[in-house]
């Protein structure tokens, strides 16, 4: 079946970095494409990185590049995304996901999708 499991996010004040981190189960993350969503309140849900399967080729939505890096182990089976210099308007929830196919993650309908773990900025 697979399962992804987010770590805790955490509230940091703008600025500051938070690293999250999404352990995959049941399933290799070397056999599959994974990334990072986000969703604001009122706002949809947008991808924010993706990367392959295996992590040689990564993508960063240009709102976040040169602050957020994505980043697979794949002897852990885990996920990461670093997220630096934060800023309020990253403020959102944030989930992780995957899936066989890569046009299906950036489309936003991945295999699977972990339970989402909330990042709070405050200015």
């Keep these: 079946q697979g399962q992804l499991v987010e770590s805790a996010g955490g509230s940091v004040q703008a600025g500051g970095s938070l690293r999250l981190s999404c352990v995959a189960s049941e399933m290799r993350t070397d056999d599959i494409h994974m990334g990072w969503f986000r969703q604001a309140p009122g706002k949809e849900r947008e991808g924010v990185a993706f990367i392959n399967r295996d992590g040689a080729t990564s993508y960063v939505d240009s709102v ?30 944030y989930y992780c996901a995957s899936s066989i196919l890569l046009s299906q993650l950036q489309s936003g309908t991945p295999d699977h999708w972990g339970q989402g773990t909330q990042v709070t900025v405050s200015s």
């Design 64 to 93: 976040v590049k040169g602050r957020f890096t994505i980043s697979k182990d794949n002897a852990r089976n885990t996920l990461y995304l670093q997220l630096n210099n934060l800023k309020p308007e990253d403020t959102a929830k």
